[in-house]
C-alpha cells in the first residue's frame, strides 16, 4: 500500500436544489494514477473543481499529505502542488504560448527564462512547442500540451485531467499515456476524469465511479470487467443499437471537389473534399474537433454558399441554395454547438421547433406563423423522443444537454429528411440519450435516408457507420467498410500524431 | 454574501414590472436631486408627473402628450426591431433631421402650387425616404465592410445636423424671412401644413401614423415570420442565420425601417409643431426614443405607454422650468437616470437574487 | 480665398493641442476594450469631466486641480457603468448610452452658473533647449504640459499592457473572461478598475476641451469628441501606438477644416464643420478593424 496524497471525506456541494456532490470520499496515493469515472453531470465536474480551488464545499474537508487542505482559490491550490488541465482549455486564443503559460503560474520567472524552461520540459516529455507562437494557431493536441506543460512547471504533487483524450487521435493518446505513466512513476498523482471505459481499464490503478452526484463504487479497473463499470456508472443495462442489413440505394448526396474559407480567423478551410452517400447508408466522419467539421456542416446546411456544382442533392446542385431551400429538397442538418446554433437558449421549444420546421412542416400561412402547428410539432417531438420536460413552452436553456440533443436530432429526423448530416451528436450527452440518438440514426438509414454522422467519438462512429472516412485539417480521407477497422488503421487516417515525436519520451 | 443566480426563465412578472419599479425610483432619486438643488422634491415631482394632467392648465398641456409623444413612438418602434435584431441604430436623430429636410425640400420646391393631395403625401414619402437613405449609409456600411453602425450613424447625426444649419442658412432659407435663418413655415402653406385633424386633440397626421405603426409592429412581431426572425437574430445569431435568415439583410431592413420612421417623425414635426426647417429644429427626440424603446421593453404597446410617459416628462419640465425655474438640463438628467435606474432593477428578469451567509468554519 | 495663409508651423502646433483631447479619452476606452468591456459612454463622462474640471479650476484657480477633479468626476461616472454592467449585469450598449444620455444631462445642469466665465490660464512650457530648434521646436516641444502628459500615459499603457504581468492578466481577462476565472484571475476586480481608469482618462479629455482648447464652458461642448475616441480605439486595432497616429489624424483634419475656414474657401462653413465626423466615417471604413479582444462586451457571470 502506497502513501495517501489526497483524501477527500464527506464532501457536499449543492446549487440551489441541485445537488451536485452529496458526502463524496476517496483518496488518492502518491504517484497513483486514480480515474475518477461518470457520466455528464454526475458531478465530476464540481469534484474537482473543489479540489482546484475554484468552488467551496457545502460541508466535508480535505486533507494532503495529512494536513488541512482547503484552498480559498487556484493560486493557494496551485501553491499545495495541485495542478489542472481543462476539459475546454483555459487558454487564451491571441496570446502566445509563453503567455498563456506565464499566466497559468504565480511567480513566473523572466520572459527569456520561461521560453527555455518551455524547451527543457517539452523535451523531457516529448511535448515540442514554440513558446512564441500564437495559442489560436495551434491544433487540439498542441494546445493540449500547453496545459499540461503549464502545470508541469509548477511541479504540481497531483494533476488533475479532465477529459484529456477527447480531442485526440489514437496516436496522440498513447504518447499523452506515455508522459503521464512517465509522471507517475516519478511521483506524481494524477486524478485522471473520462467516461472511456478502455482508456481507464488501459492507464487507471484505481477508480472511483460517481452517479448522480454519490460514490457508488471503488475499483481497480485493471481486474474489473468493463461491462460491469458500465453499469455501476449509468446505474442499468444498456443495449447496444440495432443495425438491419440495408440494400444499397440510391445515390443521394455527392460532394464533388468541395473546397471552403475557414470560417474564422481560427477556423480551417477544406480543401477538396468529396463524399458519395447512398439512400440507407450511414457514413461516419471522424476527427478531432477544428479539423473543418464546423466548415463542412455549414457548406452542407446552407448557411456557407460554394460552388453550386460542388454539392449534389439527389443529383442536383444546391451549393447555391440558401437554407431553406434545401430543406425544402429533404437536406437537414443539426449542428454541433446546442445552445445558441441548433437552438435558442431563451426561447421556447415550440419557437425552437419553428426554428428549422417552418418550411418542410408548412407552419406558415401567408407569412405569418401558425403557433398552434408549431406547438403541436414540438410536442411530437417531445414525446416521440422522450424528452424529459413540463411541456413545449420551456425555453431550449431549461433542458438539460442530452434531452435538447433528443429534442434537436428529433426535430430533424420527424421531418422526414433524404439527406441527414448531425455533427457530434452525443457530445455531452448522458450514455441512456446517446444510446437513444444512435437507435434514432439507425432507424433513420433503415427507413431510406442517407445519413452523415460527424463525430470526435472513434467508437460511437464505428457502432453506427457503414462507412469511414476522416476529416483532418480540411481534407477527407477517403471512405473504407467501417467493419473490420482496426484502432490503427483509423490513427492511420485521422493523420497519426501531428508531429508528436514519440522518440523524445525517454523511458 | 449576495450573489445571482440565473433563472430557467426570464421572470414575466419583474419584465413588466421592473420598467414600472424604474419609474418610481426615479421619482425618489430624483426628488433627492432636486432637494440637493434646493427645491422641494414633492412640489417638482408633482410638476413633471401630475401638472401636465390634472392641473388648471391641463386643457392646454394634455394635448401636447400627442404632439411630443407621436415622434418618440415612431421612431423608437423602429428602433426596437433593429435593437431586439441586435442592430444598433444609434443615430436616429440625424435621420430625423435629413427626413425633414427631405420632406420640407419637397413643400418648398412646389411652393406655392395648390394640391394637397399631390404634395402633402409626397412629403411624407420624401420624408421617410431620407430618413431611410440616410439609416443605410451605416447599414450598407456594416454589410459591406463590417464597419461598426453605431458609430457610424452616430456620426451621422453631427453631419445631419451641419446640414440642416446649411440649408436654414442657405438652400431653404425663407426669401421673404428679411434675411433671418429659417425655411418658409410650411404650418401656413394649406398644401403641406400637417394640421390637428380635431381641432385641440393634438390629434395630427404623425399620431395617426404613429398609433398604425404600433398595431403594425404588434402584428408582425407576435405572428409574422420576420417578427420571429427579429427575436431570433437578436438572441441567437448562429441559430437565425441556421433558421435561413440572412443577416446582411436582416441589417439592412432594420436599419432602413427605423431610418424610415424616424425621417417620416422629421416630416410631420416639421410641417405641424415646428413649422420650419430652423438650425435649432431637432431637440433630441431621437436619443429619447432610445430611452422610450427600453423603458417600453422594446414592446409596441409598451413602447406607446412609454413615449406617453416620457412625453409627459417633458412637458412637466417646461412646466417645471417656468414656474419652478428649475434647468432645462435637469429634465435631460432625469430621462438619463430613468434609463439607468431599469437597466439595473432589469437584473431580477433574467437573475434571482439569494443570500448566502458566509460559514464559520 | 487665400491658402497661403495657412502657416505650416502652426497648422501642425495646432494638431499636436487638436489631438490631444481625442487621444486621452480614446487611450482609457482602449484599456477598458482590452479588459473586454465596451464601454460607450465615453461622450458622457468626457462632457462630465470638463465640467467638474471646468468648475474645480474655476473655484481653486488651478489648472492642475481641475484636471484632478475632472479625472476624479470622470472616474466616479464610470463606476456607476461598472456596478450595473459587472454586478447587474445589464447590457453594456445599453449601459453605455445611458450613461452617455445621462452625462450630458448632468454636466448641463453642473454648468447651469458657469456659462461664459473664462478658465484659469494654462500656460504653454517652452522646454528648454529643444524648444528652440527651428521648425520643430515651435511645433513639438512649446506646447501646455497636458499634450506631453496624454503622450506619456499613451507610452505607460503601452508598457503596462505588454511589459507588464497586471497588463497580462488585464488582456487575458478580455480575451477570455470565464479561462481567465478558472485559472483564479478576478475578472470584475480587473474589470472595474480599467473601467475607472477609462474614466479618468475621458475626464482629463473632457477638461483638455474646457481648461485649454476652448477654453471655456458650454453645453455639450464635446460634440461627439467622444465617440469619435470611440472610431479611434477601432482604427488603432487596439494598439496605443496607431491610436496616437489615430489621434493626430484626427487633429489634422480637425485643424484643417478650420484652417480652410479662416483662409475663407468658397464652401460653407457648415460643410467644411462635417469633415471630422465624415473623416471618422472613411477612417472606420478603410481601416476594417484587426481583431478585437475576445470576451468584448460579452457579459460574465461565474455560474459555476
Given amino acids: 500500500m502506497r502513501d495517501t496524497l489526497l483524501n477527500i471525506t464527506g464532501l457536499t456541494k449543492a446549487y440551489g436544489s441541485v445537488i451536485a456532490n452529496r458526502e463524496v470520499s476517496f483518496s488518492v496515493g502518491v504517484g497513483e494514477i486514480h480515474a475518477l469515472l461518470g457520466e455528464n453531470g454526475a458531478g465530476k465536474s464540481t469534484l474537482v473543481k473543489t479540489i482546484y480551488g475554484l468552488v467551496k464545499p457545502d460541508s466535508g474537508t480535505m486533507d494532503m499529505r495529512g494536513a488541512p487542505f482547503a484552498p480559498t482559490d487556484p493560486a493557494a491550490a496551485r501553491k499545495a502542488g495541485v495542478g489542472m488541465v481543462f476539459q475546454h482549455f483555459s487558454l487564451f486564443d491571441a496570446l502566445t504560448v509563453a503567455e498563456n503559460i506565464v499566466l497559468g503560474m504565480d511567480n513566473p520567472p523572466s520572459p527569456r527564462a520561461i521560453a527555455a524552461e518551455v ?19 495551434l491544433s487540439a493536441g498542441e494546445r493540449q500540451r500547453v496545459e499540461i506543460i503549464r502545470c508541469l512547471l509548477q511541479n504540481p504533487k497531483l494533476l488533475i485531467m479532465d477529459e484529456p483524450t477527447s480531442v485526440l487521435t489514437p496516436q496522440e493518446v498513447e504518447i499523452l499515456f506515455k508522459t503521464l505513466r512517465k509522471l507517475a512513476a516519478e511521483g506524481t498523482s494524477i486524478l485522471y476524469i473520462s467516461h472511456k471505459l478502455s482508456e481507464i481499464a488501459a492507464l487507471c490503478e484505481a477508480a472511483t465511479i460517481l452517479r448522480m ?19 455501476l456508472m449509468v446505474g442499468q443495462v444498456l443495449q447496444s443499437p440495432v443495425r438491419a442489413a440495408r440494400p444499397e440505394g440510391a445515390m443521394a448526396l455527392e460532394l464533388t471537389g468541395l473546397s471552403a474559407p475557414a470560417s474564422h480567423r481560427f477556423g480551417t478551410a477544406l480543401r477538396d473534399i468529396r463524399i458519395a452517400v447512398r439512400a440507407g447508408e450511414v457514413l461516419g466522419i471522424g476527427g478531432v474537433a477544428g479539423n473543418g467539421q464546423d466548415e463542412l456542416v455549414a457548406v452542407l446546411s446552407g448557411e456557407t454558399m460554394s460552388d453550386n456544382d460542388a454539392v449534389l442533392l439527389d443529383g442536383k446542385p444546391v451549393g447555391r441554395s440558401p437554407v431553406n431551400a434545401r430543406r425544402a429538397l429533404g437536406l437537414l442538418c443539426a449542428p454541433e454547438e446546442r445552445l445558441g446554433h441548433a437552438a435558442a437558449p431563451d426561447m421556447s421549444l415550440t419557437e425552437n421547433a419553428a426554428v428549422t420546421a417552418i418550411t418542410r412542416k408548412s407552419l406558415t400561412r401567408r407569412g405569418f406563423v401558425d403557433w398552434p402547428q408549431a406547438r403541436a410539432f414540438a410536442s411530437a417531438v417531445i414525446a416521440q423522443f422522450d424528452v424529459r420536460t413540463p411541456g413545449p413552452q420551456h425555453t431550449a436553456a431549461s ?26 451528436p452525443t457530445w455531452g450527452v448522458d450514455a441512456a440519450a446517446a444510446a437513444a440518438i444512435r437507435q434514432a440514426l439507425l432507424t433513420l438509414a433503415d427507413e431510406g435516408a442517407a445519413v452523415v454522422v460527424i463525430s470526435q467519438d472513434l467508437d460511437e462512429l464505428m457502432e453506427i457507420s457503414d ?41 | 454574501m449576495i450573489v445571482l443566480e440565473k433563472r430557467e426563465a426570464p421572470s414575466r412578472l419583474w419584465a413588466w414590472g421592473s420598467p414600472v419599479m424604474a419609474v418610481l425610483l426615479t421619482m425618489v432619486l430624483g426628488g433627492l436631486l432636486f432637494a440637493a438643488l434646493g427645491q422641494n422634491s414633492i412640489t417638482v415631482i408633482r ?69 394637397r393631395w399631390l404634395i402633402f403625401p409626397s412629403m411624407v414619402l420624401a420624408g421617410a425616404l431620407g430618413g431611410w437613405a440616410w439609416a443605410m449609409i451605416p447599414g450598407l456600411l456594416r454589410v459591406r465592410f463590417g464597419t461598426n453602425e453605431i458609430l457610424v450613424s452616430l456620426m451621422l447625426v453631427y453631419v445631419a445636423e451641419q446640414l440642416l444649419a446649411a440649408m436654414a442658412l442657405g438652400a431653404m432659407r425663407n426669401p421673404e424671412g428679411m434675411g433671418f435663418p429659417g425655411s418658409r413655415n410650411l404650418s401656413q402653406y394649406p398644401s403641406a401644413a400637417n394640421l390637428e385633424l380635431i381641432s385641440g386633440s393634438g390629434m395630427h397626421w404623425g399620431v395617426v401614423a404613429a398609433l398604425i405603426t404600433v398595431i403594425f ?51 410631420f414635426e416639421v410641417a405641424g409643431p415646428a413649422g420650419q426647417i430652423s438650425i435649432d429644429f431637432n431637440v433630441g427626440y431621437g436619443f429619447t426614443a432610445i430611452i422610450v424603446a427600453f423603458l417600453g421593453r422594446l414592446h409596441p404597446i409598451g413602447i406607446m405607454a412609454a413615449g406617453a410617459l416620457m412625453a409627459l416628462t417633458y412637458i412637466g419640465g417646461g412646466i417645471a422650468q417656468s414656474s419652478l425655474g428649475l434647468p432645462a438640463a435637469a429634465i435631460n438628467l432625469l430621462q438619463g437616470m430613468l434609463l439607468f435606474n431599469l437597466l439595473a432593477v432589469d437584473v431580477f428578469t433574467t437573475y434571482r437574487i439569494r443570500m448566502l451567509r458566509k460559514e464559520v468554519s | ?48 469631466g ?4 471646468f468648475i474645480v479650476a474655476v473655484a481653486t484657480g488651478s489648472p492642475w486641480l481641475g484636471f484632478a477633479g475632472a479625472a476624479l468626476g470622470g472616474a466616479l461616472l464610470s463606476q456607476v457603468f461598472g456596478f450595473l454592467t459587472q454586478y447587474l449585469l445589464s447590457n453594456q450598449v445599453a449601459t453605455g448610452l445611458a450613461l452617455t444620455l445621462f452625462g450630458l444631462g448632468l454636466s448641463a445642469l453642473m454648468g447651469q452658473g458657469y456659462i461664459g466665465i473664462k478658465a484659469p490660464s494654462f500656460p504653454d512650457i517652452h522646454v528648454p533647449i529643444l524648444g528652440d530648434i527651428p521648425v520643430i521646436g515651435p511645433i513639438v516641444f512649446q506646447h501646455d504640459p497636458m499634450v506631453y502628459i496624454g503622450l506619456l500615459i499613451a507610452l505607460a499603457v503601452w508598457f503596462f499592457l505588454f511589459r507588464s504581468r497586471a497588463g497580462l492578466v488585464l488582456r487575458a481577462v478580455g480575451e477570455n473572461h470565464d479561462a481567465a476565472h478558472a485559472l483564479g484571475y478576478n475578472v470584475r476586480r480587473t474589470r472595474m478598475l480599467a473601467i475607472a481608469f477609462g474614466g479618468a482618462c475621458a475626464g482629463l479629455g473632457g477638461a483638455y476641451l474646457s481648461l485649454v482648447r476652448v477654453p471655456q464652458w458650454t453645453e455639450g461642448m464635446t460634440a461627439g469628441a467622444g465617440w469619435i475616441a470611440l472610431a479611434i480605439v477601432v482604427f488603432a486595432s487596439w494598439r496605443p501606438g496607431r491610436l496616437v497616429l489615430g489621434a493626430y489624424l484626427f487633429g489634422g483634419v480637425t485643424v484643417l477644416q478650420l484652417n480652410l475656414q479662416a483662409a475663407g474657401v468658397a464652401i460653407p462653413v457648415e460643410y467644411l464643420s462635417m469633415s471630422p465626423y465624415l473623416a471618422t466615417i472613411a477612417v472606420l471604413v478603410i481601416m476594417s478593424a484587426g481583431r478585437s479582444p475576445g470576451s468584448l462586451g460579452r457579459i460574465f457571470h461565474a455560474a459555476r
Avoid at chain 3, 50 to 53: E, I, L, N, R, S
Wanted: glycine share 12%; with cysteine.
Fill in chain 1, 467 to 507: 462507412r469511414f472516412c476522416a476529416l483532418t485539417e480540411g481534407r477527407l480521407s477517403a471512405p473504407r467498410a467501417a467493419r473490420g477497422l482496426t484502432v490503427d488503421q483509423i490513427g492511420m487516417m485521422l493523420g497519426g500524431a501531428h508531429d508528436m515525436e514519440v522518440a523524445h519520451v525517454a523511458e
Fill in chain 1, 399 to 424: 433542458l438539460s444537454g442530452g434531452n435538447l440533443q433528443k429534442f434537436v436530432i428529433g426535430r430533424e429526423i420527424m421531418q422526414a429528411p433524404r439527406v441527414l448530416v448531425v455533427n457530434q
Fill in chain 1, 119 to 137: 524547451r527543457r520540459v517539452s523535451d523531457q516529455y516529448g511535448l515540442p512547442l514554440d513558446p512564441d507562437q500564437i495559442v489560436g494557431d
Fill in chain 1, 213 to 231: 452526484g454519490q460514490v457508488v463504487a471503488t475499483c481497480d479497473p485493471r481486474t474489473t470487467a468493463p461491462r460491469e463499470m458500465a453499469e
Fill in chain 2, 47 to 115: 410638476t413633471i408627473f401630475l401638472d401636465p394632467l390634472f392641473s388648471e392648465f391641463a386643457w392646454f398641456y394634455r394635448p401636447q402628450i400627442l404632439i411630443k409623444g407621436a415622434p418618440l413612438v415612431l421612431i423608437a418602434i423602429g428602433l426596437s426591431f433593429g435593437f431586439r435584431a441586435g442592430v444598433w441604430n444609434i443615430g436616429a436623430e440625424g435621420q430625423y433631421i435629413v427626413g425633414a429636410i427631405c420632406g420640407a425640400g419637397v413643400a418648398l420646391a412646389l411652393y406655392p402650387m395648390d394640391a
Fill in chain 2, 217 to 267: 409592429a404588434y402584428v408582425t412581431l407576435s405572428r409574422h415570420v420576420f417578427g420571429f426572425h427579429v427575436r431570433l437574430a437578436g438572441q441567437a445569431p448562429r441559430a437565425a442565420k441556421f433558421a435561413g435568415v440572412n443577416p446582411a439583410r436582416m441589417v439592412l431592413i432594420c436599419m432602413g425601417l427605423s431610418g424610415a420612421l424616424a425621417g417620416a417623425a422629421g416630416l
Fill in chain 3, 50 to 53: 470638463a465640467v467638474t474640471g
Fill in chain 3, 1 to 48: 480665398m487665400d491658402l497661403s495663409s495657412i502657416n505650416p508651423i502652426l497648422f501642425f502646433a495646432s494638431l499636436m493641442v487638436a489631438a490631444t483631447p481625442i487621444l486621452l479619452a480614446a487611450i482609457g476606452e482602449l484599456v477598458v476594450e482590452r479588459a473586454g468591456v465596451l464601454n460607450l459612454g465615453v461622450e458622457g463622462m468626457m462632457i462630465t
